[in-house]
T-cell receptor
């Protein structure tokens, strides 16, 4: 079965800390997405990547296709970064649409 | 309208009733998707449509049907609702389907459905 695993499930950190969330997947993909979901439920796309690294503000996403692994980093974390971060992939040869990890619940304390 | 809208925002429904969740996008995206989000299970694909006139089944299609009569609208119908369909439903769209580089997905605000 095509699966997406995220770690950690829950993460509490202090403001200013460097945050890393990991995602691994079972078989080849055509794209990987990082999504953010705030309390209240709205889902926002942060990154879509198929190789290398992307950066947007304090957020950095990397992917290693050979190792089937991606990381999302947050530098100088802030309480407003508190949210659920979700990794999702488009598996090659599978149905269109995304397969999701279960999410990482991040809390940044002031 | 800007982006994707869903209606209703929330609904409480008696088991056995028919219900249609509406989804409309104004971005002229070809591909549209329906997902459900359940605690402990995350988001799962119900049905998708790569372009107007075509639909496909996702991971959890049983009990749901969809249609794609035009580019903008992608309604999801529960023919006879059951309590296990209690969930938050998200509609999403992307410019293209498949391996195109234009497949960032944009999500609607969600519909919270409770089936009693």
């Amino acid at each position: 079965k095509n699966e997406v695993e995220q770690s950690p499930q829950n993460l509490t950190a202090q403001e200013g800390e460097f945050i890393t969330i990991n995602c691994s997947y079972s078989v080849g993909i055509s794209a990987l997405h990082w999504l953010q979901q705030h309390p209240g439920g709205g889902i926002v796309s942060l990154f879509m990547l198929s190789s290398g690294k992307k950066k947007h503000g304090r957020l950095i996403a990397t992917i290693n296709i050979q190792e089937k692994h991606s990381s999302l980093h947050i530098t100088a974390s802030h309480p407003r970064d508190s949210a659920v971060y979700i990794c999702a992939v488009r598996f090659r040869g599978g149905a269109d649409g995304l397969t999701f990890g279960k999410g990482t619940h991040l809390i940044i304390q002031p | 309208i800007a982006g994707i809208t869903q209606a209703p925002t929330s609904q409480i429904l008696a088991a056995g009733r028919r219900m249609t969740l509406r989804c409309t996008q104004d971005m002229r995206h070809n591909a549209m998707y329906w997902y459900r989000q359940d605690l402990g299970l995350g988001l799962r694909l119900i049905h998708y449509s790569n372009t107007a006139g075509t639909t496909g089944k996702g991971e959890v299609p049983d009990g749901y049907s969809v249609s794609r009569a035009n580019t903008d609208d992608f309604p999801l119908t529960l023919a006879s609702a059951v309590p296990s369909q209690t969930s938050v439903y998200f509609c999403a769209s992307s410019e293209q389907a498949g391996t195109s580089s234009y497949n960032e997905q944009f999500f609607g605000p969600g519909t919270r459905l409770t089936v009693l």
